[in-house]
């Protein structure tokens, strides 16, 4: 058996269990994600939080157009904690956890399609140095914004062959 031959056969060997299991790219040419597109308004939340979530939203689900097929209504909720106190120090550690809940609905029936609730946390170091801790903080507050977005992106882009057909 020649070389290339044996790869062939063991990728095609390799494959055999995804292929099974009916694995397809989410962003497949044709697939009920990929038809998302510019099909998904959301909601403006007035807030900084809201302003990053929207446009991390409509850098990957594109811009709504003028007919859009689904509205997306997001609630948004921020919460900080204290975990570590170093008195000698002077050091805090923070930590950010955000929950969204989305909603979608058809635009044309009124019916929700599909709804989720999802959780973010991250952290971040505080010091006396108030400049250092808020710009840490902001920080801190934009990647847990963006992870959320990515987390909404996913699990509309996951299980949109369910719902947006």
Known sequence: ???SDRRTFLLTLAALPIAGCGFQPIYLQGSASSSLHGQIRTNLIESRNGFILLERLESRLGE???NARFEMTVEMSVTQAELILDVKKGIVRY????????????STSG???FTDKLRQTTGYSGTSETAQ???ARQDANERMIVALADQI???LTSTANSWAK
């Open 1 to 3: 058996m020649l070389s």
């Open 64 to 66: 709504p157009e003028t």
């Open 95 to 106: 930590e950010l956890n955000g929950v969204a809940s989305i909603t979608v609905t058809d």
């Open 111 to 113: 019916l929700v399609v």
């Open 133 to 135: 801790t808020n710009a």
């Open 153 to 155: 992106i996913l699990r």
